[in-house]
């Protein structure tokens, strides 16, 4: 029998939410004080994007910097997927499409193979994040090449388990395709104004942050 994955029960908000509610009023609703460690990260990770893709600072010690931080933009990800940040509901949306620019994925498209196979079928076949994936003798190989084997089997079902997701849990699947929607529009728009300075300083450090985590 698998196990069940509570995970999932968290990415419904509202006053029944999984955590309890901070009682007290604030003009940032975050639901615990040290996320405003995540939100400093995350407006250093913005500022270095705009300054570099703008043209307004480029050094070459700010790109390194810059895919150290989008490598943290993921781990916030994986920590709100699992937890939402905000007591808010509309404050959660508003910061799971932050969440996408930052690390140029949907932040709900992420649930299917982390929290539903992950966490849900742990080191099954339908894991596909399973260390079992690579078994070389050396581990920097087995450090290389298991990104590429997540993907190969990410891509072949990522997009058969969000359509599933229209019958069985619609409104995520709506989620999914509106942050989607935003995300093409806002890397369309910075391909138009800047396509070179945007694979770069946008697409060095996606990458790096998706390859790392």
């Not at 703008?54 to 790109?63: F, M, Q, T, V, Y």
């Not at 993921?74 to 932050?98: L, P, Q």
Request: hydrophobic share 45%; proline share 4%.
């Amino acid at each position: 029998m698998q196990p069940r994955v509570p995970h999932l029960r968290k990415w419904r908000d509202g006053a029944h939410s999984f955590h309890a509610r901070n009682p007290r009023r604030s003009l940032v609703p975050l639901r615990y004080s040290a996320d405003w460690r995540s939100l400093g990260f995350l407006f250093l990770l913005s500022g270095l994007y705009w300054v570099q893709w703008s043209g307004l600072a480029r050094h070459w010690s700010l790109l390194p910097a810059t895919c150290l931080l989008a490598f943290i933009a993921f781990i916030i990800k994986h920590n709100h997927i699992h937890c939402r940040t905000f007591t808010s509901r509309s404050w959660n949306r508003a910061f799971e499409f932050v969440l996408s620019a930052c690390t140029g994925q949907s932040t709900a498209a992420i649930i299917p193979v982390h929290n539903e196979r992950h966490h849900g079928k742990f080191h099954t076949k339908q894991d596909f994040v399973r260390s079992s994936l690579v078994n070389f003798n050396q581990n920097w190989l087995n450090l290389m090449v298991f990104p590429f084997a997540v993907v190969r089997l990410v891509h072949r079902t990522k997009s058969s388990d969000i359509s599933r997701w229209q019958k069985e849990k619609p409104g995520l699947y709506r989620c999914v395709q509106r942050e989607r929607a935003a995300l093409f529009v806002f890397i369309a728009v910075m391909l138009v104004l800047n396509w070179r300075a945007t694979l770069i300083y946008f697409g060095v450090p996606w990458l790096f942050g998706q390859w790392e985590s």
